[in-house]
DNA sequence: GGTTACGGT
């Protein structure tokens, strides 16, 4: 008999998964996030700013720096013991995206969440390699990319649209919203991949080209901006008389 | 088929 794949591995505990948007505290979580930085190391464990680019009301608001994105979405976690030893072996860096297993959620004295994997003791039950790093193409990452995206689609928008996804309610008042252009638009996640529809009643395409000079656009015959961006993939989006954006070819770009 | 948790800021 073969032996599992990681994939099957994890789906046999994907009634474990779940993003930090659904998370409460006491409870023991599988996580798939994104290091934002790491925080510091003691003789026993470590602690590192990750994300999954959800967001939830028990997390501090913070402006984006480096990896780290904007909102109430990134969230401290600690590795303890031999999860210690295993994230000193894997080299682990801002920028992984790492699949952690059996982390107990809890509360600090901020009343803030923490995310915490407690060294095994005999307690509890031990799991089959609880700290990975996803490569960038690990089908268990995808969700977590396309949130990536389309967080990274809503700070390229600068010409008063604003994004309102279902993972950013605590961003979508600061992400340049101008109620002047009456403009709104929409994703929706459906499975890994994300649908971007918008309308408004006054497009300002300049504005748009000026935010993206350091990306690559253009301008078709249709009098239509095309820009491309990259993040794990490369996404472009349409802007016509009205604003129309949709998902482009996602070719990896590293 | 689905239990279980401390330690530190």
Redesign the pocket.
């Known amino acids: 008999m073969r032996t599992l794949t990681d994939y099957e591995m994890a789906m046999?505990?994907a009634?474990?998964l779940k993003t930090v948007s659904q998370m409460v505290p006491d409870?023991?979580?599988d996580f798939i996030g994104e290091v934002c930085y790491l925080s510091g190391s003691?003789s026993?464990?470590t602690?590192m700013m990750m994300t999954d680019y959800t967001e939830n009301e028990m997390l501090p608001y913070l402006e984006s720096k480096g990896v780290r994105p904007q909102g109430k979405a990134t969230i401290?976690v600690?590795l303890?013991?031999e999860h210690f030893e295993t994230f000193l072996k894997l080299k682990i860096k801002a920028g992984d995206v790492l699949y952690l297993k059996?982390?107990?959620c809890?509360v600090?004295?901020s009343n803030v969440f923490?995310l915490?994997?407690?060294?095994?003791?005999g307690?509890?039950?031990a799991?089959i390699d609880p700290i990975q790093i996803l490569l960038p193409d690990d089908p268990r990452g995808k969700e977590v990319r396309a949130r990536k995206a389309e967080y990274e689609m809503r700070q390229l928008d600068t010409e008063g649209v604003a994004l309102s996804g279902v993972y950013w309610p605590h961003t979508e008042q600061k992400s340049g919203y101008s109620s002047s252009t009456n403009s709104t638009m929409n994703a929706v996640n459906s499975g890994s991949d994300l649908k971007f529809s918008a309308n408004t009643t006054r497009g300002n395409r300049n504005k748009f080209s000026q935010a993206c000079s350091s990306k690559t656009h253009r301008t078709s015959s249709d009098n239509t901006v095309r820009t491309s961006l990259s993040s794990s993939g490369t996404w472009s989006r349409s802007y016509g008389s009205s604003i129309r954006t949709s998902d482009g070819p996602r070719t990896k770009s590293h």
Do not use: A, V
């Not at 915490?116 to 003791?121: A, D, E, V, Y």
């Open positions: 046999r505990t009634w474990k409870k023991f979580y003691e026993n464990r602690t401290l600690t303890w013991d059996n982390l107990r809890k600090d004295l923490q915490s994997m407690n060294g095994f003791n307690r509890g039950f799991q």
